[in-house]
């Protein structure tokens, strides 16, 4: 008999684009430490949702209006303000590379506005609290490899590689 191939579903996303490909992530591994051997690398796709307010302000201040992107981790529900608005691309990939989003996008878009005031109260820009409305949003993935590797004492351990900055964090030891 013979086995069936297992089929998986593509889907089309819109992604960070990559300044590491898998190759850039090997050398720079290796660079670290000559301890280890590579084993294998995944490219994982981790969710964010891109939500863009506008920042009204009345009066005098109304100079000081604008629009902000706010990225929350569809993960964690962590949020943050985004410095610019990206550099995209879209992709083909496996379904099954998609970290799912588990954070409620309904609640995501009503929270980001916390994320607005408390960078306005931070900068100390004014006393005054404009009015915050929401623009859209979009859902997005930005890249990883998961990699996984052997020490000298044949142990198994993984690293995290983000495949747009190209850090990397030890997952467990």
Known sequence: MT???KETKKVEIKCIRNGFKME?????LYKRSKHFTIEKMDLLFYPYLVIEYEVKYRGKLER??????????MWRGQYSMATTAGDFTKVEV?????IPARYDKARAIEEGPRTVYGEI????KVLNIPDIEYIYDELIYKPFYIVECL??????????FDAVKGDFSLLNA
Request: glycine residues 0%; contains cysteine.
């Open 3 to 5: 086995e069936a191939k």
């Open 24 to 28: 850039d992530a090997f050398e720079r």
């Open 64 to 73: 000081l209006s604008e629009n902000v992107l706010v990225l929350c981790d």
């Open 94 to 98: 496996d379904e099954s590379s998609l």
């Open 121 to 124: 109260q931070a900068k100390k």
């Open 151 to 160: 020490n000298d004492d044949k142990e198994t351990f993984h690293i995290l």
